[in-house]
């Protein structure tokens, strides 16, 4: 059986916004992914344990408060104490500036808010099935 | 990795009761359809009892992820362990889906006693997906004293979860079109009680009247079945509701009843393996030059061949 891709999208913080992380998630979706959608104001620790429930093989973070920084930093701390290893990638409004600092800290990929869903769903493919470089 | 090697990668730690473990074996099972059998052998050994299965069936919005978060959380307040299985429609034309009851688990999501997994149909038809035996018997292993399914909930056919909880209930609600549904047949049939949920809502009184009016003009069993009026998400009889489920169980227990949904069970079970190792053989076999009778036997001889390279 052909190998179905389950992404978790979360949407930590404290914005109500999710249209932008709906949206995403139906893309996703439409390309033959297993969405988990948790839904608005998830803390870390809700959503790290989703991906560990879940099994997920990525998780997809809408982020549009700001607290990017600080939310992604508590993500990734609460799944190396869980010995949790997915990749994380993450939208919403972030500031190019932001965007190395990030990846330092271990998110794998940060799409802007003018990324194509082509983009988004190759790179999330690539990220998973392990051909990225 | 085969499943040999990725089964024995885990299984300590899924003995030991680790979530991580638990959760790739589910997909073990879910993505190897032709070894899960294998598996689900090797883990029965090591099975120690045979949770209750309790499966919530109803039409989309009628309030079944609300229900069972509720109904899980009073259990888990009393430190049961309880794993949830709920499952969504897969699309058929790019098998993708969107799993979102976990919304509406909230409250039970970061409770230590629970355990929810969300699993997309992948084109079974039933309102549920083709592992869900292996799933639930994979549950069963890791030791959860009961065992919850919420079924896609989209329509009358979706009568497989009859085969595979030991109790089921048909959530209704007043909003959701509901009404018309109370005349058909299918789903009607199967229940062991209903639920008549949102009775919050100032229709829902009158829907809940007309329920059981309908209900006492019919045959024996039907007429006796309970008929349960709560409101989820106010947190509104679903105390009597989980009073309910167990006596109905351990009634089902000393009747003799369990035995017979446990034979049913095993029987579906079976068919479905063998339908669905058919349905590739048949589908991938040329017809060619042979006549009907023909074809039926090479396709019956394909099958043993099978089979006997299985075993
Ligand atoms: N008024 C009212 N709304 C409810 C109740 N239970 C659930 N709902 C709402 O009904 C909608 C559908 O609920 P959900 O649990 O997702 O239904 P499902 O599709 O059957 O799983 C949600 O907006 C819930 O908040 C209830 O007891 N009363
Ligand atoms: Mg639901």
Redesign the pocket.
């Known amino acids: 059986m052909e190998k179905r891709i389950r992404v978790v999208v979360g949407k930590p913080g404290l914005d109500g916004h999710d249209r932008g992380s709906k949206v995403v998630a139906r893309a996703l979706r439409d390309a033959g992914m297993e969405v988990i959608y948790t839904g608005i104001r998830q803390t870390p620790e809700e959503i790290v344990n989703t991906v560990l429930q879940e099994d997920a093989d990525i998780l997809g973070l809408s982020i549009l408060s700001g607290a990017h920084m600080k939310l992604c930093q508590k993500i990734i701390k609460l799944m190396k104490e869980k010995e949790i290893n997915v990749p994380i990638f993450l939208g919403g409004i972030i500031p190019a500036d932001d965007i190395p600092e990030l990846k330092k800290m271990g998110v794998n990929e940060v799409f802007g808010p003018g990324t194509s869903f082509e983009d988004i769903i190759k790179r999330v493919k690539e990220i998973v099935l392990g051909t990225a470089v | 990795m085969s499943w040999e090697q990725q089964y024995n990668l885990i299984s300590d730690d899924f003995f030991k009761g680790r979530i991580y473990a638990l959760a790739k074996m589910i997909t073990l099972v879910e993505n190897n359809p032709d070894s899960a059998w294998k598996i689900i052998e090797t883990l029965k050994k090591n099975t120690l009892r045979d949770a209750p299965t309790v499966g919530f069936t109803?039409?989309?919005?009628?309030?079944?992820?609300?229900?069972?978060?509720a109904y899980v959380s009073m259990m888990a307040a009393k430190n049961q362990k309880i794993g949830v299985i709920a499952v969504d429609p897969s699309s058929p034309f790019t098998m993708g889906a969107f799993l979102?009851?976990r919304?509406?688990m909230r409250d039970i999501s970061e409770s230590e006693n629970v355990y929810i997994r969300s699993v997309a149909s992948r084109g079974s038809v039933g309102g549920l997906c083709d592992a869900i035996y292996d799933i639930v018997d994979v549950m069963k292993a890791f030791g959860f004293d009961k065992i919850i399914i919420?079924t896609v909930?989209a329509g009358q056919s979706e009568i497989e979860i009859v085969y595979v909880a030991d109790t089921v209930l048909l959530?209704m609600?007043p909003?959701s079109g509901d009404e018309i549904q109370m005349f058909k047949a299918g789903i009607m049939e199967i229940a062991d009680g209903y639920v008549v949920?949102?009775?919050?809502?100032p229709q829902a009184n009158a829907f809940s009247v007309k329920l059981r009016n309908t209900l006492a003009l019919e045959n024996d069993v039907k007429s006796k079945r309970k008929v349960f009026e709560?409101?989820?998400?106010?947190n509104?009889g679903v105390e009597e509701l989980e009073k309910w489920i167990d006596e109905f169980y351990s009634d089902m227990s000393s009747s003799g009843e369990i035995f017979k949904r446990h034979e049913r069970r095993l029987k579906r079970r079976v068919r479905s393996n063998l339908m669905r190792v058919m349905d590739d053989i048949i589908s991938s076999q040329e017809v060619g030059k042979n006549s009907l009778r023909e074809f039926k036997s090479l396709i019956v001889k394909k099958y043993i061949q099978e089979e006997a390279c299985d075993d």
């Open positions: 109803g039409s989309p919005g009628a309030g079944k992820s609300t229900l069972v978060s979102g009851d919304i509406r919420e909930g959530v609600s909003d949920n949102k009775i919050d809502l709560v409101s989820a998400s106010k509104i």
